[in-house]
């Protein structure tokens, strides 16, 4: 069977051939994708375009890459250098991520607070709002 390759080669000259297949549980095609979360930031992914529609099948890269081998659809030099490809990147994200959170202690726990304190005067705010347009239809009702 023939597969088209998800990795980025045009933009990444090493990256080796990641086919995309498709999905084991309903068919549509595998896509790659990149986290933008703070706790995988960079990491890739791949996910059926069903995904969270019916559809369960949704892998990082080098358990896809995994998947594929257990699967035959990679073999040979295409399997080995996906696999050391897949295990070096993994590494090197992991390093990198313990890096960041090594320079910013507790930056998630201080972004969300931030979040939850904005959130908390929004939400003060719209009660004010309220309340001044229930005033003022009731000061109407009363004139009336």
Sequence with gaps: MSYSSCSRASRH???????????????????????GTAQHNGWVFYKCLKHTKGCNF???????????LDNNVLTGDD?????????????????KQEELDATCPGADEQMMTTVIALVKEVVF???IVVGLVCLACVLLLVKK
């Design 125 to 127: 705010i719209l009660k």
């Design 13 to 35: 000259r090493n990256t080796p051939f990641i086919p995309c297949i498709p999905c084991p549980d309903c068919g549509k095609i595998v896509k790659r994708f990149t986290s």
């Design 79 to 95: 399997a080995v250098d996906a696999l050391g490809w897949a295990e070096d990147r993994r590494f090197d994200l992991k390093l």
């Design 58 to 68: 949704w892998h990082w890269e080098l358990e896809y890459v995994i998947y594929l």
